[in-house]
């Protein structure tokens, strides 16, 4: 199944063999309309999926960025849309297959922590898995990692410490905190964000953590940016929307697409 979807893409970009592979969150995608190469619609490529959410596009791009080749989802796969948890990952997988060693994961994510404000960017330190699945569970796949991975440092703290150091490099605030990951769709409710708060999490969202978890697994280095898009629920009395969300992460696009583009240049 793997091998189908890696020989397809094979076929299409001959030569050009990514090591970094950056997944494009909501409202966060244009980034592969500014650097594309080639483009490959999902629903070309055997066995992924097509995505469904506005705010996704739904392509894999390949593209030279500040001179390192660089493979792009523009749009991910939730598991809220239905998806199962293996369809959610596999192109993580794929990515691993061509060679990624790096793995930039984006996202929208509601602040808990009260200090951050919509608009801001953190890069994730840490998270918890609160989807209530894994997408290691199955037989192993001892090729690409262990049964029982450790996820002591999922994201790495170098790569932690070089993104704030090119953030103040460029003049662009970042704040660090834990992601926690619930299914969705529903936004949480004010008391689940409590939760959230008393276990440790400074944001929550609905993706992320699958990807992270199966690319630690395979060995690759993982750096986690979540674009605080709104304060999450109760956090502050205003409501939430999609809309919203969409609107922040907008506004937070460019400051984020230069920091992308700076760290692959020192990746
Ligand atoms: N909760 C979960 N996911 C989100 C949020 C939120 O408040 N904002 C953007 N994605």
Redesign the pocket.
């Known amino acids: 199944m793997l091998s189908e979807a890696v020989s397809f893409i094979k076929s299409k970009i001959g030569d050009f063999e990514p090591e970094i592979g950056i997944v494009l969150g ?1 409202g966060l995608g244009e980034l592969a309309d500014e650097f594309c190469d080639i483009a490959l619609d999902y629903s070309d490529i055997p066995n992924f999926e097509a995505s469904t959410i506005s705010g996704h596009k739904g392509r894999l791009v390949f593209a030279e960025i500040s001179g390192k080749k660089v493979v792009m989802m523009q749009g991910r796969f939730h598991y809220y849309e239905g998806h199962s948890i293996e369809k959610v990952v596999f192109p993580i997988k794929v990515m691993k297959k061509l060679g990624v060693k790096t793995l930039i994961l984006t ?5 808990v922590n009260p200090s951050f404000n919509p608009s801001d960017l953190m890069i994730i330190t840490d998270h918890i898995n609160f989807m209530g699945v894994n997408p290691l569970i199955g037989k192993n796949d001892d090729s690409m990692g262990t049964r029982f991975p450790d996820m002591s440092e999922v994201y790495d703290s170098n790569l932690v410490e070089l993104v704030q150091k090119v953030g103040d490099s460029i003049g662009v605030d970042l704040q660090e905190g834990v992601y926690m990951a ?1 299914t ?1 769709p529903s ?2 409710t004010p008391a689940e ?1 409590r939760m959230a708060k008393v276990i440790g999490a400074d ?5 992320t953590v699958p990807e992270a978890i199966v690319a630690s697994w395979a060995g690759m280095k993982v750096i986690g940016l979540s ?7 109760g956090v502050s009395t205003v409501g ?1 929307s ?1 809309d919203d ?1 969409i609107r ?1 992460a907008n506004i937070a696009k460019d400051k984020f697409k230069k920091l992308v583009k700076e760290v692959v240049k020192k990746l």
Do not use: P, Q, T
Not at 227 to 232: F, G, H, Q, T, V
């Open positions: 909501s996202n929208a994510a509601g602040g619930l969705g936004y949480e964000v944001a929550v969202g609905m993706s674009c605080i898009c709104n304060s999450a629920a939430l999609h969300v922040a």
